[in-house]
């Protein structure tokens, strides 16, 4: 089981404004909150975002090495629909719009957004449990 994951921002505000809200309407909670640092909680998993004063860089680049996007499973096509239309007002913009929302391929129905910063997430679609 994933513990958690921890994503070093370059804007601490810009982070939690894209991520806050995604994660919430994900069904995250507010988890931990510190000077350079939020998290949101799932079912024991949780997310981080943090402006790190570690950095060596102060931009994200997911087509370098390491993490290239996280995706989340979302309960229905009308759902993933709902989110796509929703983040543009919070910071995150579509990817490849002309392809959407099969841009993984036919039969995967799903939403890639990308925040201000770099950060890709993709939002699939998968059948209730």
Not at 7 to 15: C, E, I, K, S
Not at 23 to 39: D, H, I, M, N, T
Request: a negative charge; one cysteine or more; hydrophobic letters at 40%.
């Amino acid at each position: 089981m994933l513990h958690h994951v921890e994503l070093w921002v370059p804007d601490l505000d810009r982070a939690v404004r894209s991520w806050g809200w995604l994660l919430g309407e994900l069904g995250y909670q507010p988890f931990q909150e510190w000077k350079a640092g939020r998290s949101w909680i799932l079912d024991g998993t949780y997310v981080v975002v943090e402006r790190s004063p570690a950095l060596t860089s102060s931009a994200h680049d997911r087509c370098r090495p390491g993490l290239n996007h996280l995706a989340f499973g979302v309960t229905g096509q009308a759902r993933v629909d709902e989110l796509v239309s929703a983040s543009a007002g919070h910071g995150w913009t579509l990817m490849f719009p002309d392809r959407h929302p099969y841009a993984g391929g036919t039969g995967h129905y799903a939403g890639y957004l990308e925040n201000e910063d770099g950060f890709e997430v993709e939002l699939v679609a998968v059948r209730e449990r």
